[in-house]
């Protein structure tokens, strides 16, 4: 039996702002630091000693990893970072403020654009590929991505990197963001395409998962 622990990052500058964010890197505000000292705790009193962490190539998620390791002692565990564990990309929509947004197209285009799982976002017009995805080749970054895209790209690091890793028996703790662990839950818990709209994953919030040896779920908690 293994276990895994999925957090979304602390509150952002961005979550506090209203504002699409994506792929764009931005920092924890105060609060998000206080809310990842605080998930941290409850993570530490589970007693779960972890093999490795697995996180985006964002600073939010990075940073959050950073002060949950420290807070339930276990800063040596390898920490691997991946783009599959971006944020999903709201394409055109990114740095726009939720609300401004709102008032032009209309409350329901923004639910469906934020919570359905095939819709895609408007698309930017083209992509400067940021330095830190230079190793993985020409292209990572998307225009904008629906949640299924997300979930797709998302699920060949499962497969190859965690799945294996619990299959060994080795506890995972995975520090990622709302729509990218939104897209996971879809998975561990089958979640139709219909219902994930009503799948919401709150800032600083462990959900620890638990498998028996052929990665069926046990039990799931929300420490």
Known sequence: ??????????????NRDNIFTGWSDVPLTAKGRGQAVAAGKLVAETGIQFAALHTS????????????????????????????????HYGALRGKNKA????????RQVKIWRRSFETVPPLL???????????????VEPRGE??????????????????????????????????TLRALIKYLD???????????????????????DRLNV????VL
């Open 57 to 88: 190539m964002l600073q939010r998620a990075i940073v959050t990893s950073d002060i949950v390791l420290e807070a339930i002692d276990q800063l040596y565990i390898p920490e691997y970072k991946s783009w599959r564990l971006n944020e999903r």
């Open 218 to 221: 046990l039990k799931k908690t």
């Open 100 to 107: 401004a947004v709102q008032a032009e197209v209309g409350e």
């Open 190 to 212: 089958q979640v139709a395409d219909a219902d994930i709209s009503q799948v919401e994953v709150a800032n600083g919030e462990p959900i620890q998962y638990d498998f028996d």
């Open 146 to 179: 629906s949640l299924e895209m997300a979930y797709h790209r998302l699920m060949p690091y499962w497969e190859d990197q965690v799945a294996p890793r619990l299959l060994n028996g080795d506890n995972q703790l995975i520090v990622a963001h709302g729509s």
């Open 1 to 14: 039996m293994a276990t895994l622990v999925i957090l979304r990052h602390g509150e952002s500058v961005a």
């Open 125 to 139: 017009d083209h992509v400067t590929q940021d330095r830190r995805y230079d190793q993985f080749g020409p292209h």
